[in-house]
């Protein structure tokens, strides 16, 4: 399995609502990563785990609150969030290594209204 | 801070050209990957380069890496539309415990017309 799938494709979501994103790789990657990205811009990194531990967190809101079960799994829990907050949720895993890239999901496409 | 500067930002051309797209930093980096990006899809890896003057050819994509690692360029022979997208190149920092960073480039919005 060489793949990232992320659940769901598309997320319609009020500002009071509650949602989770998921994310899911059986590659044995050991850092995983969650994007955030507007149309016709590079991906912003949210928040990094590696060794299922978060090591980085890029200043974002607490409104959004990551969760790594195991290493296998990555969740992002929204509550209330924002209408400037729809973008597209891209999540990525990797070995880490000068040599090694990144697997990228398809991405959940969420729209806050 | 935008670590990556990437040019040109849009790139319009006929099919059969030639093009390239640079990436320049002021920092090295242990590794710079290029990956290509159609609307609504994740980015998709196109190659990682490593070793400083490093050259990868895929099919007609051209990689270069610089000596000093601190910049690179993707040439694409003979463009065809289907290799319309947004290029993104982006470079890899190890630190301590956190693995495999990557600092993104803006991208570069590549338009191929038959």
């Known amino acids: 399995d060489t793949e990232v799938t992320q659940t769901p494709k598309h997320l319609v979501m009020g500002m009071t609502n509650k949602k989770s994103l998921k994310c899911e790789q059986h590659?044995?990657?050991?850092?995983m990563y969650w994007y955030k990205q507007k149309a016709k811009k590079p991906p912003e990194l949210m928040f990094v785990?590696?060794?299922?531990?978060?090591?980085i967190n890029e200043s974002v809101p607490s409104r959004f609150s990551p969760e790594c079960p195991n290493s296998s799994l990555l969740n992002l829990h929204l509550h209330a969030l924002q209408p400037e907050d729809s973008a597209l949720y891209l999540c990525?895993?990797?070995?880490?290594?000068?040599?090694?890239?990144?697997?990228f999901g398809s991405g959940t496409r969420l729209t806050v209204v | 801070t935008q670590l990556l500067e990437q040019s040109p930002q849009f790139l319009s051309i006929q099919e059969g050209e030639n093009l390239t797209v640079y990436c320049n930093s002021s920092?090295?980096?242990?590794?710079l990957q290029w990956y290509r990006q159609e609307p609504g899809e994740g980015p998709v890896l196109l190659v990682t380069?490593?070793?400083?003057?490093e050259v990868k050819k895929l099919k007609r994509l051209t990689f270069q890496f610089g000596d000093a690692r601190k910049d690179s360029s993707l040439h694409i022979t003979a463009a065809q539309p289907g290799d319309t997208g947004l290029y993104l190149c982006?470079?890899?920092?190890?630190?301590?415990?956190?693995?495999?960073?990557?600092?993104f480039g803006r991208g570069t919005q590549l338009t191929v017309w038959p």
């Open positions: 380069v490593v070793t400083g003057g």
């Open positions: 982006a470079g890899g920092a190890d630190r301590g415990s956190t693995l495999g960073r990557l600092y």
């Open positions: 920092s090295v980096f242990s590794s």
């Open positions: 590659m044995g990657h050991r850092a």
């Open positions: 785990y590696s060794y299922e531990k978060l090591s």
């Open positions: 990525a895993s990797s070995n880490g290594g000068a040599g090694n890239g990144y697997t």
